[in-house]
């Protein structure tokens, strides 16, 4: 089983329409956990983090299920700037360790 | 602050040829990682350190070697490039702030081994 798993997609949705990515990750002790964007394999951009009790930053909301093991990444009213691949991140090895998944794509078309 | 500075940009090497990609961070920062991205896929964990003098593997370890005798500096050294090392090469260093956690990135090498 891979560290951290991601639907790779394509998500092709229309403007303002609503997404919701999942990531799964297999190691129960991870602690802390990251949505990255990517645009066209430029660098990785912070999106957000990730809290327990699931946190917002205006279209764009982050959740935990720690018993699950897997976190989501949801964008209301997608704009076509969104388009870009979203990367969910995993800590690992008492925290030292980073741990990518494979990307989501996301296509939003007018 | 310049932030992650990773030279070169691009590379284009021989079968069985060696080179270092250097990676440079001004920020302090202690964590500081490899990784590697193929066409279509993710970020690969290569190496990470996570203070001068410890270094450790990652995911995707075998043909690279890493040294971090400063904070600031994370070189890569491929000895004997093979084509499955083409891809992009990214490296980060990590604020680990209690409520500001983020990577950054240097701008990437695109490396060719042909």
């Known amino acids: 089983r891979k560290e951290v798993e991601q639907d790779p997609g394509p998500f092709n949705v229309p403007e303002g329409a609503t997404v919701a990515f999942n990531c799964t990750y297999s190691?129960?002790?991870?602690?802390?956990f990251f949505w990255y964007r990517q645009d066209c394999r430029k660098e990785p951009k912070l999106l957000m983090s990730v809290y327990s009790s699931g946190n917002e930053d205006g279209r764009f909301t982050a959740q935990l299920n720690r018993a699950s093991q897997y976190i989501s990444l949801l964008i209301r009213d997608s704009k076509l700037s969104d388009s870009a691949t979203y990367l969910c991140?995993?800590?690992?090895?008492?925290?030292?360790?980073?741990?990518f998944g494979a990307g989501t794509i996301l296509r939003v078309k007018s | 602050n310049a932030g992650v500075t990773q030279t070169p940009k691009f590379r284009i090497l021989k079968i069985g040829q060696s080179m270092t990609l250097q990676c440079t961070q001004d920020?302090?920062?202690?964590?500081m990682y490899w990784y590697r991205q193929d066409p279509g896929m993710g970020l690969k964990l290569i190496y990470y350190s996570v203070g001068a003098g410890i270094t450790d593997k990652g995911e995707v370890p075998n043909g690279y070697n890493v040294s971090r005798s400063t904070t600031e500096d994370f070189p890569l050294r491929l000895e004997l490039a093979a084509p499955s090392q083409t891809s992009v090469y990214f490296c980060a260093s990590r604020l680990t702030a209690a409520t500001n956690e983020k990577l950054f990135f240097g701008s990437g090498t695109q490396l060719s081994v042909l």
């Open positions: 991140v995993v800590t690992m090895e008492y925290g030292n360790k980073l741990v």
């Open positions: 920020m302090n920062h202690n964590y």
């Open positions: 190691n129960s002790a991870s602690q802390s």
